[in-house]
Nanobody, 121 residues
Framework: HVQLVESGGGSVQAGGSLRLTCVAS??????MGWFRQAPGKEREGVAA????????MTAHFAEGRFTISQDNSKKTTYLQMNSLELEDSGVYYC?????????????????WGQGTQVTVS
């Protein structure tokens, strides 16, 4: 039984930083991804990493500002978000898939966390 638990969301002023954390249990390998969804908008991929490798994907809007990383020993995936903008507000989700490499499409992922709210003002 795979469980993903996110934390680290909150309220921050524009230009500030947040680090999101996703702890996985019951999951060994594959791709871990971060997604976000703003009210009235579709869920979109932010970044993904193939477990235990340097293979990463970062959405264009996140390049240079967001960094995905992993601590495999802790089965934890992080999303460091810097220079946050108003448009970055939304619910951020951690997701995992067991087959294939990094992918920005939400429907490719098998498991999801409950989400953590990020509000930039």
């Amino acid at each position: 039984h795979v469980q993903l638990v996110e934390s680290g969301g909150g309220s921050v002023q524009a230009g500030g930083s947040l680090r999101l954390t996703c702890v996985a249990s019951g999951y060994n390998s594959g791709t871990m991804g971060w997604f976000r969804q703003a009210p009235g908008k579709e869920r979109e991929g932010v970044a993904a990493v193939y477990t235990g490798t340097s293979l990463r994907m970062t959405a264009h809007f996140a390049e240079g500002r967001f960094t995905i990383s992993q601590d495999n020993s802790k089965k934890t995936t992080y999303l460091q978000m810097n220079s946050l903008e108003l448009e970055d507000s939304g619910v951020y989700y951690c997701a995992a898939k067991t087959r294939g490499f990094c992918d920005p499409r939400p429907y490719e992922y098998d498991y999801w966390g409950q989400g953590t709210q990020v509000t930039v003002s």
